[in-house]
């Protein structure tokens, strides 16, 4: 296969790192899945990069800021990232922050400088990932589609499909996979919320291996009014800001039997996913940080159809799939293939995203 080294970096929703991981592509197939890992932003920047996304759109003239300690905070980790493992990419994926996202107002707002990063690296910078896509109509999320599907063929296999890759991150999403088709959204509120909660009581950044839920009892009532949320019954494909839920409906709990309540409305608001899906799939390929929480994972099988395993499973790295799968979309660019479709995002076309930054001399 020829193809290209391509280092792919992403922060998510989160902000709790950057992740970088490095594959060898054609934007079709993966030739090589590389070294991956996982940087801490520096703690002044996570600060302000939580402190800005709960903003929601406000607080603007703080972004020029941010936008150049998150530049610096990649600059920083992709060299180290190139040196510890002696690459050679031909092309670095910059996503930047997400701080906003707003479809309906044809806005998303990813933070950093894909020119300045290309000028500290002296290498080409692919970024402005999801813009083109917001410009054909599209909602600019979910980027990763085109990519599960790649690992579907490469690492799965046909026999298992219909089958979906669920991420579940700050915000949780699906791709839906059967032969060439695709279908995917975003689902409702993957870890944010309940992360939130463990936060504000000070009981840590989020509920390791779900062992404070596991103690709480679930507020049935609270719980069948959050999900009456219009958002979770739309057709996809939708996309939605980490903010646009809010966890106030267990307000005046204590810590355990929110937690119990928050996780439990993860779990069904993806339940409730599944039967927006044409078919109920085979297989579920669980990604990020959602397929550590053992009690999650039990939730999502007592109460999804077909099998609900970790991707890591199949020799699906979970915490690097973002990041490559922005590698990917750099060499779908670089090849001049969609990165997002009608069925991905909403847009017109298939859309070929991101736009080169060449160091400048």
């Given at each position: 296969?020829?193809?290209?080294?391509?280092?792919?970096?992403?922060?998510?929703?989160?902000?709790?790192?950057?992740d970088l991981a490095e594959i060898s592509t054609d934007g079709e197939t993966i030739g090589r899945f590389g070294p991956?890992?996982?940087?801490?932003?520096?703690?002044?920047?996570?600060?302000?990069?939580?402190?800005?996304?709960?903003?929601?759109?406000?607080?603007?003239?703080?972004?020029?800021?941010i936008a150049r300690d998150v530049t610096g905070d990649h600059v920083a980790a992709i060299r180290a990232f190139i040196?510890?493992?002696?690459?050679?990419?031909?092309?670095?994926?910059?996503?930047?922050?997400?701080?906003?996202?707003?479809?309906?107002?044809?806005?998303?707002?990813?933070?950093?400088?894909?020119?300045?990063?290309?000028?500290?690296?002296?290498?080409?910078?692919?970024?402005?990932?999801?813009?083109?896509?917001?410009?054909?109509?599209?909602?600019?999320?979910?980027?990763?589609?085109?990519y599960h599907r790649a690992l579907a063929k490469t690492l799965v296999g046909t026999d298992r499909e219909p089958l979906?890759?669920?991420?579940?991150?700050?915000?949780?999403?699906?791709?839906?996979?059967?032969?060439?088709?695709?279908?995917?959204?975003?689902?409702?509120?993957?870890?944010?919320?309940?992360?939130?909660?463990?936060?504000?009581?000070?009981?840590?950044?989020?509920?390791?291996?779900?062992?404070?839920?596991?103690?709480?009892?679930?507020?049935?009532?609270?719980?069948?009014?959050?999900?009456?949320?219009?958002?979770?019954?739309?057709?996809?494909?939708?996309?939605?800001?980490?903010?646009?839920?809010?966890?106030?409906?267990?307000?005046?709990?204590?810590?355990?039997?929110?937690?119990?309540?928050?996780?439990?409305?993860?779990?069904?608001?993806?339940?409730?996913?599944?039967?927006?899906?044409?078919?109920?799939?085979?297989?579920?390929?669980?990604?990020?940080?959602?397929?550590?929480?053992?009690?999650?994972?039990?939730?999502?099988?007592?109460?999804?159809?077909?099998?609900?395993?970790?991707?890591?499973?199949?020799?699906?790295?979970?915490?690097?799939?973002?990041?490559?799968?922005?590698?990917?979309?750099?060499?779908?660019?670089?090849?001049?293939?969609?990165?997002?479709?009608?069925?991905?995002?909403?847009?017109?076309?298939?859309?070929?995203?991101?736009?080169?930054?060449?160091?400048?001399?």
């Amino acid at each position: 296969m020829t193809g290209w080294s391509v280092v792919g970096t992403i922060s998510g929703t989160s902000a709790d790192g950057i992740d970088l991981a490095e594959i060898s592509t054609d934007g079709e197939t993966i030739g090589r899945f590389g070294p991956s890992e996982t940087t801490g932003y520096r703690p002044a920047t996570r600060e302000s990069v939580l402190t800005a996304a709960g903003l929601k759109g406000e607080g603007r003239q703080d972004w020029p800021q941010i936008a150049r300690d998150v530049t610096g905070d990649h600059v920083a980790a992709i060299r180290a990232f190139i040196d510890r493992h002696a690459l050679k990419p031909d092309a670095i994926v910059f996503h930047g922050q997400t701080v906003w996202h707003d479809p309906k107002a044809g806005e998303t707002i990813q933070l950093g400088d894909p020119q300045a990063l290309a000028d500290d690296l002296r290498l080409p910078v692919i970024g402005d990932v999801r813009l083109a896509d917001m410009e054909a109509g599209g909602e600019g999320a979910p980027l990763v589609p085109v990519y599960h599907r790649a690992l579907a063929k490469t690492l799965v296999g046909t026999d298992r499909e219909p089958l979906c890759f669920l991420n579940i991150g700050g915000v949780s999403n699906l791709t839906f996979i059967d032969g060439d088709g695709l279908l995917a959204f975003d689902i409702g509120p993957g870890n944010a919320l309940l992360d939130d909660w463990v936060r504000r009581h000070g009981a840590g950044d989020f509920d390791a291996e779900g062992a404070i839920a596991a103690k709480g009892a679930v507020a049935e009532a609270r719980l069948t009014e959050a999900l009456k949320h219009p958002f979770l019954s739309e057709p996809g494909p939708k996309s939605l800001d980490r903010y646009s839920f809010s966890g106030s409906f267990v307000d005046g709990m204590g810590l355990e039997d929110g937690a119990a309540t928050l996780m439990t409305f993860t779990a069904e608001v993806i339940a409730k996913a599944e039967g927006l899906l044409p078919r109920k799939p085979r297989l579920w390929l669980v990604c990020g940080g959602g397929r550590l929480n053992p009690v999650l994972m039990q939730a999502l099988r007592d109460r999804l159809s077909g099998d609900v395993v970790s991707a890591d499973e199949f020799r699906i790295d979970g915490d690097a799939l973002e990041a490559q799968a922005m590698a990917f979309l750099g060499a779908r660019l670089k090849a001049g293939l969609p990165t997002t479709f009608p069925e991905t995002t909403g847009a017109s076309q298939p859309v070929v995203g991101g736009k080169v930054f060449l160091p400048e001399a």
